[in-house]
Every structure is written in C-alpha cells, then in structure tokens.
C-alpha cells in the first residue's frame, strides 16, 4: 500500500520535472531564442551608430528614420562590422509609404552617401527580399514565391531575422522564411557594417526597434 502511496506522489512529480525540463529546451521558448543576443540599440540615443542626426533620432525609445525628401539614399550606420551572426529587429513603414532596408555585411561607398551590401528590402510587396545595394544592384532573391504578402503588416510593426553564416544567408519575415541564399562569388565580402536605410524620393518615416544580435563562433 506505502509503494502504490508513493507512486501516486512521486510519479506525476517526475513527469512534470521531465515536461518543464522538455519546456525548457524547446526552441519555442523565448528565453532560450534570444540566448547569446545583445541589444545593438540602447533606447535612448545613437550610441554605436553613425549617420545623419538631422534624418536620425530617438523617439519614445523608438530609432526613427524620417526624410523630407531627399534626392539621395541615406543611411544609419553601425561602428563596427560583423561577420557571422543572428540579427533580429522590428521595423514599420509608417503609413506603408517609402522605401528602406536593412544592410548587412556592407561597406560605405567612398565619397558617396551610399552603402554597398546585401540588404533585407522593405518595401510593399518586395519585403522579404534580398537585395544587393550599390554592387550588382538586382534582386538576389524575391520574397513573393514564398508568400510574403500574406504575413506583411502594412503600416504596422514587422520582425525580421538575418541569418549570415559563412556563405550562407536566411531571411525570415514576421516566421516566414523568405530568402534562402548561398553566395557562390569568392570575392563577395563576408562581413561588414550594418545600416538602416532611408530612400532617396518622396518625404518618408521608417521606425526600428528591438534590435539585437547574436554572433555566431
């Protein structure tokens, strides 16, 4: 009777210790995906950045980019390059107006305003897609085949993760994979600066935040 007692106890203990334990690995667990990350953008102001402070700021702890119109490409750069890494970040085009992206792995144009890299394109029914600033200037890979207009929140806050690891490069749009790339030309940079772009054209305002990374060893 005493062993059928503390079988009744012990055993629905042991389950549940193996069901958080299981929890706890999980890759759906918040704590465990956002392990090894550091925020690369602090809240309060643009430290660790470079760029335009009349285009630039912070707002509400929110990184705005906002354009009266501009008849170039402007863009908000990190201090330090990356090479292998995990980026994560919320972004939104206000009233899903302009166009912006994210560079990766890119590289200031000299005496120019512009930067050359990859980058994860916002704009419309284009955001998802990987694009190349600046270089080959073309799309690498368009977003619309896998189904990008279906989670796209216009005007609203967007997630996207950058995967970089060796020649390898994953874009995924609020849980959707929309670029899969492997870079076959050797003599394209394997690390660079990040930057958030404003587009040259109409007046425009693009937010961030959120924004962290993980380097990969």
């Known amino acids: 009777m005493r062993k059928l007692l503390l079988a009744a106890f012990v055993l629905p203990y042991l389950l549940g210790v193996a069901g958080n334990q299981a929890f706890s690995a ?15 953008f602090n809240g309060r102001d643009l430290t660790g950045w470079e760029g335009d402070a ?17 008849a ?31 560079q990766f792995r890119s590289k200031p144009v000299p ?34 085949p896998a189904g990008s207009e279906k989670v796209i929140k216009k005007g609203g806050w967007n997630d996207y993760v950058v995967r970089c690891q060796g020649n ?23 690390s660079g600066i990040i930057a958030l772009q404003i587009h040259g054209g109409k007046p425009m305002e693009v937010q961030f935040k959120n924004i962290r990374i993980k380097v990969l060893r």
């Open 72 to 102: 170039h490409n402007d863009f908000l750069a990190t201090t330090r390059s990356y090479k292998d890494f995990i980026l994560k970040l919320s972004f939104r085009l206000v009233n899903d107006a302009g166009n912006s992206g994210v």
């Open 168 to 190: 390898h490069i994953v874009l995924e749009l609020n849980g959707l994979k929309t670029a899969d790339y492997r870079e076959s030309d050797l003599s394209v940079s394997r």
């Open 26 to 40: 999980s890759p759906g667990n918040p704590g465990e995906a956002e392990k090894g990350f550091v925020s690369l």
């Open 54 to 70: 009349s285009l630039w700021n912070v707002e509400n702890g929110i990184l705005v980019g906002r354009s009266p119109g501009l």
């Open 111 to 144: 005496n120019s305003r512009e930067v050359s890299g990859y980058q994860a394109e916002i704009a419309g029914l284009m955001t998802g897609s990987l694009y190349d600033e600046s270089r080959r200037n073309r799309f690498l890979v368009d977003a619309s």
